[in-house]
């Protein structure tokens, strides 16, 4: 059974950096697209970053220059280098995952306070 297993997130200050990350288990197949989405209650979730096959990448503009999407093929992990956080930044973080289907993971909370 496929999992995507998350870590990293947090509570931290305004202006502060976090680093997300996202393996997989259970599956020695590789990904196609992986990417970081994010929730906040009421709202529907919405896209942070992803990361192609081949290693394009694309980013929501409001976090643009602030975030930074990477992957480890061997490690079948993605990762989200988050910089310059701001309150507007809190919410539940879920990664995903391609391959003949998609996968979710299970959310982690960043929060972003003084």
């Known amino acids: 059974q496929v999992q995507l297993v998350e870590s990293g997130g947090g509570l931290v200050q305004p202006g502060g950096s976090l680093r997300l990350s996202c393996v997989a288990q259970g599956t020695t197949y590789g990904f196609g697209t992986m990417g970081w989405y994010r929730q906040t209650p009421g709202n529907q979730r919405e896209l942070v970053a992803e990361?192609?096959?081949?290693?394009?990448?694309n980013y929501a503009d409001s976090v643009k220059d602030r975030f930074i999407i990477s992957r480890d093929y061997d490690k079948n992990a993605v990762y989200l280098q988050m910089n310059f956080l701001k309150p507007e930044d809190t919410a539940v973080y879920y990664c995903?995952?391609?391959?003949?289907?998609?996968?979710w993971g299970q959310g982690t909370q960043v929060t972003v306070s003084s």
């Open positions: 990361i192609g096959k081949y290693g394009s990448t």
């Open positions: 995903k995952g391609d391959q003949r289907y998609t996968y």
